[in-house]
């Protein structure tokens, strides 16, 4: 029983450095992408997942002038403020629509997604995840051929 221990505990040593890093370089990262001018965040302090995608009423106001003007990132990053931080779906989708209307790759395959999970609308899914793959993003082509099996499937079904 103690060798066992002592693997998992020698593998346990290893591996939790690692897992330590991944949030406190990520929402580093998240940071200095907000941040572009300023200095790198210290990697002693890590931050939770919702507290990276959090914004100030100001940045928030920015990033609303920008979007509207048709900024697809600014866009993007209100949406995903809206999906972890304040967890308000309609204002989420609102952004993330305007993002993928506006080219946002990643904004694409998303709202293909939740559109295809929903079952709201297979056909803008389909539409939306078509536009993603053609954009570049290779999972998008396996989401599209789940979201085509869908639709199949639901025209079957009917009498």
Known sequence: MKNIDLRFGAKLAVLLPLLLNL???????????????AAPA???????GAQSYSLTDVQRAE????????????AFRLSLYYTFASSDEAQRTRWLTIAAKAGHVVAQHNLAYDLYMSGKDLAEAAHWAAESSKNGNAEAGDLLKEIEAARAKARGSRP
């Not at 580093?28 to 941040?35: L, S």
């Not at 210290?42 to 939770?48: L, M, R, T, W």
């Open 63 to 74: 990033l609303v002038t920008k979007a509207e003007a048709g900024d697809a990132e600014a």
């Open 42 to 48: 210290s990697s002693s302090s890590p931050i939770s």
């Open 23 to 37: 949030p406190v370089s990520y929402a580093t990262e998240n940071q200095a992408m907000d941040k572009p001018d």
